[in-house]
């Protein structure tokens, strides 16, 4: 069965979507890239240290990885807007994570601005992953806006408490049309798992695999259980009947 | 867990919201896919003797139908089995009317003896009987019985048993703790729909059911709805029970008793039977003759008792079940010894 | 002159060249994305282009993020 991932008009194999923020060290961050096969990677922008060198993170990511800037730190549109176009001018790639917060309590996103920098990114060609609480609303305009994908919280950033807001992220599985990348307090690969088997198309982890005593294994473990749960939400479809009334397949027989 | 009263199930087959039928069929689909799997048990009867002391004037076999009354003897019991093991089959219901007389305990005895040669699963769906009587039946090897109620409206009930045994309610009624009490592993009750007030009947037979289930907790319940059908065209005035309500009280029993089988005979056609394939039946008969014998001779159509009404044979319906994701289960698990 | 190096008041040599500003502020350039004056100077441009006094220089490159 063919299920490439297809995001932002390119193929891929993983679903699993590793944040490269909070490791201890770089050589633990690239050996968790290869070891759980991620193959889109997000990393931040920020200025650099004019009294010391510091390491690149560029250098600790594979070749061939997709780089997904994520414009942490953009408390307004405008910032998040600004960011993008730096990391374009890169010229490491035009995928954007639009993250906008401007609440240090919580690190809640500002759906709203979120929505205004999507559009006025996606209309300068980038591709756009916006981060969002999982509402519906905002999620339609994202898709009108021309967002390649939307990626509802799970629960707050680095809680590790999971699916707190699965409901809200399944009626976005049901009601939209473009991918849902389940983003943000992921803490358990049996949360990754769950978000699979409900139907989401991808799972980004960060803070679980980077915080953990072992990354490497981690972010393979939760690599092995996205894949078990697209496995189980693929497994669950039912075949196609031709001649089933599809509002009412098992019943609408009756009244026909 | 509660069950439904008289009123709710009225309601229920009352409601003509067909997303609300459907929204029930699809949790009954589902309950009975997680506790049975896509599976379809496979059965075939076995009339053995049409002969019968009870006047039902519902039934093509009742006392007063003049039709040609014939018994099997062991050499035709034996003749049919084979021919019925050959189309694969590997349960067997033995039926024969109400006549203690005609088929008496040894008659059915042998008749056993016989089909263990051929089955791994023997049940019986004759005449109420004694405790010991059913114990006898449980040693030579049967491991299930098949008793109807019929309808459990006593004044409907006397207005259509005219004559013979099968007057006694009671007697009647408490067959299924005899036969649990004899030791047999699995007991199917029924109503027939249509004789007796639908609603009514079907909350007195979950009530019944659910006492059984309570009482003998160790043997393996099931529930059968055979619809009224005519005989040769041969109307009887009941209650119409459309397809609709049909549908309603499969759903609504595999929702109030989620791990008993629910059985559906060829009275039903092979369209109807297809669809509730899908939704929530466990056991279903096949090659189905309802007249005397029928198996080693084709043709030798003694009277049926009711008419068949999904012709397919055991290798058209095995195959129906496989191209449709369903496995055809022949044989549940095997006695070793009835002790 | 002053100017204003990734938000902090520097002094550097009059009509110095981002490209040379740039190289003495970090030992990896081919890394470092500019922005000036709120616009990016792309680094095809860095060669070519003077600062002047006043100039708000930001300098950033990627770095580790969720």
């Known amino acids: 069965m063919d299920d490439t991932f297809i995001l932002g008009g390119k193929s891929f194999v993983s679903r699993f979507l590793l944040g490269t923020g909070k490791f201890k060290n770089k050589t633990e961050l690239t050996a968790s890239i290869l070891s759980s096969g991620a193959q889109i990677v997000t990393v931040a922008l920020r200025r650099i240290d004019l009294e010391r060198d510091h390491e690149n993170i560029l250098e600790y990511i594979p070749e061939g990885i997709t780089l997904l800037t994520n414009t942490s730190g953009a408390r307004t549109a405008e910032e998040a807007v600004r960011l993008a176009r730096l990391a374009r001018a890169s010229g490491h790639g035009h995928w954007v ?56 919280l799970g629960s707050f950033i680095g809680s590790g408490q999971g699916l707190r807001t699965r409901d809200m992220i399944k009626v976005l599985i049901d009601e939209i049309s473009i991918p849902v990348i389940v983003d943000a307090g992921i803490g358990a ?67 026909e | 867990m509660s069950l439904p009263s008289p009123q709710e199930i009225r309601d229920i087959l009352n409601d003509n919201c067909p997303q609300r039928l459907e929204a029930m069929a699809q949790e009954a689909r589902r ?71 005609a088929t008496p305990l040894s008659y059915l005895v042998n008749a056993i003896q016989c089909a263990t040669e051929f089955f791994q699963g023997i049940s019986l769906e004759v005449y109420p009987m004694a405790t010991s009587d059913y114990r006898a039946l449980y040693t030579a090897g049967a491991d299930g019985v098949t008793i109807y109620q019929e309808t459990y409206d006593r004044a409907r009930y006397a207005q259509v048993h005219l004559a013979g045994q099968k007057q006694d309610f009671t007697f009647r009624y408490q067959a299924p703790e005899r036969i649990a009490q004899a030791g047999m592993r699995q007991i199917t009750l029924g109503i027939l729909l249509g004789l007796g007030p639908v609603a009514d009947d079907m909350h007195a037979l979950f009530t019944h059911l659910h006492s059984l289930e309570k009482k003998y907790p160790g043997v393996e319940y099931s529930l059968s709805f055979p619809r009224l059908r005519t005989v040769r065209s041969k109307a009887f005035t009941a209650a119409h029970v459309d397809d609709a309500s049909f549908v309603k009280i499969l759903c609504l029993t595999r929702l109030s008793f989620p791990r008993i089988g629910i059985n559906l005979s060829t009275r039903e056609p092979a369209a109807l039977r297809n669809r509730l394939l899908e939704i929530c039946t466990t056991r279903i008969s096949v090659g189905s003759k309802t007249g005397v014998g029928g198996y080693h001779n084709p043709g030798d159509d003694h009277d049926p008792q009711f008419d068949v009404a999904d012709e397919r044979n055991s290798a058209e319906m095995i195959q129906y079940l496989k191209t449709h994701g369903i496995d055809p289960v022949f044989t549940d698990w095997r006695r070793i010894e009835n002790t | 002159m002053e100017i204003y190096l990734n938000g902090q008041s520097r002094e550097v040599p009059d009509s110095i060249l981002a490209a040379d500003l740039i190289k003495r502020s970090c030992s990896r350039p081919e890394l470092v994305i500019c922005e000036l004056n709120g616009a990016i100077l792309g680094r095809e441009h860095w060669p070519a282009t003077t600062i002047k006094p006043g100039d708000r220089i930001e300098l950033v490159s990627f770095v580790g993020g969720g």
Do not use: W
């Not at chain 1, 500002?110 to 591709?127: H, K, P």
């Open chain 2, 31 to 101: 309950i009975t896919r997680h506790n049975f799997g896509m599976t379809m048990g496979l059965y075939t009867p076995l009339y053995l003797s049409n002969h019968c002391d009870s006047h039902c004037t519902y039934c093509g076999f009742r006392n007063r139908h003049k039709i040609q009354r014939t018994r099997l003897s062991i050499d035709e019991i034996r003749a049919e089995m084979k021919a019925i093991a050959a189309a694969g089959i590997r349960n067997i219901l033995l039926l024969t009317g109400e006549s203690p007389h």
């Open chain 1, 189 to 255: 690969p049996s949360h990754a798992c769950e978000a699979m088997e409900m139907g989401a198309a991808a799972v980004l982890v960060n803070t679980a695999v980077a915080i953990a005593a072992n990354p490497p294994l981690a972010a393979q473990s939760f690599a092995r259980a996205v894949e078990a749960g697209r496995a189980g939400h693929l497994s669950r479809l039912a075949q196609p009947q031709p001649a089933a009334n599809p509002s009412s397949p098992l019943t609408g027989f009756l009244f």
């Open chain 1, 97 to 152: 994570k639009v993250e906008v917060i401007n609440d240090s309590k919580y690190l809640l996103p500002d759906n709203a601005a979120t929505v205004d920098a999507t559009a006025a990114l996606a209309a300068e060609g980038f591709i756009v992953l916006p981060y969002v609480t999982p509402d519906l609303y905002t999620a339609r305009q994202l898709e009108k806006a021309g967002a390649a994908a939307v990626m509802p």
